[in-house]
């Protein structure tokens, strides 16, 4: 399906974005739209060869670094795009010669963005030129680029230079201390550090080309390492050039370039990479696609959206959480705001829960932040910062400051007093447990950010005697016209419902997890007087809200506040805040964004007071037309969307939903260039979904009451809700009624299936549930019993006793006391003997283990362990050695692991269970939700004593007990792995 | 003679400076200290093959660029320093491999930094290197490196690297975008311009090596062109690499890469450069120069004070002052203070005259800035910028934000109160016209600054009723430890000070310069009102002073704040402000510097009130010892020196001008690493000369009454006042006495030559008082005679009238038509086929010329135009031709030029006089203070008929009329030519 915007270069098709003329007007906005990456980074859509007035940037997450007036901000990552071609000594540039065709193109099937263009140089050559880049999914240290050249009419020399560029700026800014570079045989490599957060990073690069004959060079020049080549190219011959770079921060590993190179050297080559970043894509679309039929420019865009998020979202680092500006753009620093937590969330709650998680455990480990916020400000508790960056220390500005010599400064007051984003963690917390059921991160995590968060609550609420009522004053609410308000009833409300839901947890854990409970209570001073003071601020926080009509007044003295009518103001091209000032515009109804209405939006899912139909109709009629909806806030038009939707206002719903659909696609704000709106990204999914899609949840599952648009022949997705995939097949009955126009009037439609749910394809249930993976080490991951036998081997001929690799394979899965003593067999030795012996073994093992790279990774281990990280299923390492955690460190897979068990964390060896029980207590999974891998025979017999499933690699006669058995994990996969598992559950 | 530093590695002989040992702790204060500059830019002394901490810095003078907070800074310039070298695959740099050998040695007598060492390599390659570089004081636009190396033991293979790299950075910020850059048949260039000033830049540099075969390389590394080089290196034999680089930005010239790559293409060889350079020093030190004798670490340190200022010092723009820290660090950002004025200026007022002009006169360019200032704080006249850059708007920032989230931000309310520097400037333009008795350009440019910023103080007083007074509330004075105070003694002195001067002046340019007066009243709104308010506030200003005892109070209430023993605190390595508090420190009797002390220094040259002997004693005994002399401001030590001599305390003298003499060169305060101390380096000089050499002004001229410091057997200097030179050379009487300890003992010294001063030995009067040279440009500066010619030529042959060179003779110096009328004869033409014709031939010289390049410049007359401008004598270009602006770009000698006069200036051709005479107005100069330098006959008889004098170059039958007569410019120099000009006078 295809379609061409009228007056626009964007053609949309379904899963393709191709932009058919190059404008460098547009450099930085498309900048932005062409942004790809992988959840670790994002990298904005600049040109491989540089641009003038290009900005090319790369944000990895957490990598903060400290900058003047707004205290931190991600720091623009040394740039892996440089590729320079020099054609018969011109050097291409789009700004420079003539550009005879061209076309950019964006896959977000994939993540894949190509540029193909022909190209007549200042000389008068004509070549064709086609580049690709990924970040890879399957790996996310892994970066693919390729370009391929073909002269057009004659032959031509050709110089191609591939760098890496530490050069990057913030605006000018450079992060980035370089401490060193070189060269080794397979390319370059670069480490720098940030200056004030000291995080190192290390990046690596090679560079081949086929179909020419060209000799590699390298350049020193500092902070640039190059590779360079020189070749004669053939008229009409491709020459293909790749390169491929490695990335990693010392927020995951100690030494980062030292991985990266590692990494390198192992690397297969592009195709290979692409096809497994494909792999990965695919994996995460099965859950993620929303599939729109009818409306082409939606059915792509959605996606887009949903593209967006999905590259910026930590799949692997519960430390970290989406910017405003996902990874995509200078605007707001990389900050995080509650927009993540109640606009981007959502998505991931039903979809990629795990992602989801990690994005709510962000908040948990930056909580002492929020305490020492609330500390500063005189409270207790925990006062989650209005921006957020790696501590969760405030970090919004203080100050606007001029740029002009005798300007005021603008202080910025909504880090002291736009506080309702406590509450809305808070919400998001709840919001994540209901829809997942996940009890232990309840307890382990969310408890903690939702109870501390209320304790805060109670010492920022103002008793008024008088009124013998709770206020909270001095606040700006959702809608930041109003700087300075006493008792805004979205924040009072928030407060409310925080309060209410903390005392349940509070219960919920005192009842099932009474020791966490007491915990908490220590560590939070929690007392049941606290709990009596939540009660009574819950019963007398004061609300304004007219029970006859429904209508809410925003704050105390709303309704004073001058009127406006926003037609007035028509035609304008900026928001009303500009328009009035900010001093005028606090005196009037403006808003920026929805208030009341997005306090209605919340507590619409579980009709909660003052949610009822009648009071969204009433405060819909009040406050809409008072919304400054088109250059407010981005956070706005989705919202209103969903609620229009809700009231049978299709017109204006699916307006506001183009109009938040398009906002980077079509620049419709004129600020792409600063970032994706993450927001308004996380909005559309909602828009959709509870909109269009009309899904409410009930007890039974989640049940959908559509209001497709009139278009709209066909809108499937599907979403995860309490351990099970619930999908979505709603269609329009017949194909008559397509035209807009149709107003309010209600739409019927055909729901397929109805409710309640059917199993959805991916995953397919009733499969085992299995969540987490426990592997042996030896003979699994690795074949470090080589390295045993070697150590083994050693020991025995200096003792004289005789012993071969027949002998050695009895010692698979055997402690190492054990396994010498079957090796001295009858022998007598002394115990002190015996300790050095196993001491000088240990020794030669130690030894010879530090050669261990990647390389020793045995076939298909890195794979499985990929694709089961995607799949959100949880590993863990079991193995019986004590050098485990060395062993892991140098294969390079610590970071793909959650939890290591080894010779130091029980005391018994397999056969007993108690490793591999104390491995599935370590990932929070009971033991009939574990697989364990193993090649021996104890090792399975353990796996099975404690009541796992196990997969035994090796022959049948050594691992036949397990419930699966392979000669090994090389070409072994986990959609195909777990059809294998008995069609029965064992729980 | 020489000395060493007890526990230090600095040598200190008599110009020269060696570092013994390298630090890398040391790294960037000693980069502060090995700074050389050429008074274009300053580049600290970093080092050439990098270092991981090290901050490589070049700042050009002007180029300020946009910065947060800060307003504006000076931009840190592409740095042209990159020299890597790889010896067999290793890297040279300190901090691997091990030295073997290190001597860094700066040579303040030319400006010429080198290192010695001798390095083992990694791999065990030892190797001698040698780097030199200089920037040129011959001319600005030229930087000078070298590197010299010699294998020790065995043959190796070296790789050399030069690069200009474009990424330079202040504290992380790049202030350039690249714009473009390139290789030429020389070398490499680059182009970039600042973000926000739009300033651009042009650099280009060119390497060559000689004593090995080596092909040099060219890379488009973007932002960082480099040529490179590899080549075999024999043992013990050396190899020299020379690295030559050209600079121009567009402050000074249209195109600045073109005309440094121009330059570089004509450049001649590192050592004819380094000699010229050296030529330039000899000059600048024959004026500035101050011999000590008896203590070596003063003769070389108040050199290498005097250096850094020269280096820092405009000689050839006026929109440019000395900012705080000089060029020589990132320290206060660039910006200027009164320290220009107070500190710094004197030392160039009496040596430097028209350096002192161009420093002032910015103040003149900026006076805009002032004005906009003062009305945005609600007064009139011209408020100077307490920190000053481009504009000379006020640039100080207005917070010191903090570091940390919820630290406090801290106002500087430096901008708004500290406001005394209007009348200190007023006090730099009186001092400086008083001394060097520069009328016109107190009527032009001096006269303006004064009365608009008298015109301020008129606004900015408050007349208190009550008291019948003036007040002058709500300032900072000299000491800013505290920070809000009334009727500060120093501000409401010098405003009363500032307003008598007024009166003077406005009197002074009505009874001189009518006309002038006029225009300033009009410009100003000057009126003789204003004037009786300024008289009324003279009269009645209020001012805290005991006649009885002449101790003056700081401000009002002063004495009533609490007391301090700054005894109590010490030992201390920190401000009484850090240990006190802002706050509290504002409590207390505690200054930052001199207050009360600064205002008696500045009225003892003229002995106004309320300078008096007993009141210095007096005010002496009551605020140096709550004085935070040590660590507070730099500003103090250097004054407190020169009272302390006055007040014959010679022991505190001399410990408080080694305080400031080495504050620097031995880190006192722990902040060289932000540049040098411009003020103290200043400070320096005045306690020399003011202090120790004790002079005083008379209308006589100088005296002086030396107080020398115990140790100093000779101090010899001179002094520039009202146009003569005053040499001194002042010795200690016998050898006998020269212990320290003698206490305040009156030495007794012999003057030698006692006063009435004889003449210096450079510049030696009286040869006639020449100040300007006006150059015909055909014949003299170029052979654009030659293309006179072939266009002449050209026509004559379309037209068929016999013409040869020998014809062409008759043409030198005459106008177009009449040449043309020449060359016709008695042809007859109509006067439209004249006009036709002299139209064609001038199509075919403006064709030809656009090929001219400085190559065309004859022989000896870049080298004579550049000493003449060292020299400060003024430079007309006195031509006939109509092309002559061309031409003279087309040269790129438009910098050095004063004024341009062609045929479009006057309407009578030479031999009439009318163009010299034009000429010498433009320059502002009288006849008989000017020289022509001519080729033709009526050129010569144009100056002589002008009352000039002429210089003749070529045959004597042609040019004889001269003065003198010469064969060319080659090799001429205005050191011998001045006195080849007859002994008398014309005047």
Redesign the interface.
Known sequence: MNTQCPSRDFIYQDWILTETKFNPEQLHSRGTVFTIGNGYLGTRGSLEE?H?RGVPATFIHGVYD?V??V?TELANCPDWL?L?I?INGD?FRMDEGEVLQYERRLDVSQGLLSRSLRWRSPSGKIIDIHFERFASLADQHILGQRCQLTPHDSDCTIEI?A?I?G?A?NQ????W????QGKTNQGVWLQSRT?GSQIEIGMAAKMTISGAEATLQV??????P?I?ASFVATSQQTITVEKLVTVFTSREINQPVTAAQEKLAQLSDYTTLLTANKQAWDEVWQKSDIHIEGDPTAAFAVRYNLFQLLIAAPFHDDKVSIPAKTLSGFGYRGHVFWDTEIFILPCFTFTQPAIAKNLLTYRYHTIN?AR??AN?YGFKGAMYAWESAD?G???TP??A?P?D??GE?VRIWCRDREIHNSADIAYAVWQYWQVTGDDEWMRDYGAEILLDAAIFWSSRVEYNKQGDRYEIRGVIGADEYHEFVHNNSFTNRMVQWHLEKAVKVYDWLGRNFPEQARKLEDKLELTSELERRWQDIIKKICLFYDSSTGLIEQFEGFFQLKDINLQDYEPRQRSMQTILGIEEANQYQVLKQPDVLMLLYLMRPSAEFPYNEKALATNWNYYAPRTDITYGSSLGPAIHAILAADLGKSTTAYERFIQALMVDLEDRRGNANDGIHGASAGGIWQAVIFGFGGIQLTEQGPIANPHLPPTWTSLKFQLHWRGHWYQFDLSREGTGDRGLGTGDRRQELIISPPSPPSPPTPPSPPTPDIRGFIFDLDGVLTDTAEYHYQAWQKLADEEGIPFNRQANEALRGVSRRASLMLIIGDRTYSEAQIEEMMERKNRYYVELIQHITSQDLLPGAIALLNELRQAGIKIAIGSGSKNAKTVIERLGIADKVDAIVDGYSVQKPKPAPDLFLYAAHQLGLQPQQCVVVEDAKAGVEAAKAGGMWAIGLGPVERVGAADIVLPSLAGVTWAELRTKFPQTAKR
């Open positions: 540089g003038a400290d003047p007036v205290y440089p320079m020099v050097r230079q760098s560029n050069y700026e000018g800014f450079n992060h201390e370089g401490l060193d200056r350049s020193i020049v500092p902070g640039y190059t360079s932040g020492r916020k500063h501590t220390d405030e970090v203080r100050w400051l740029d010599y005798y400064d």
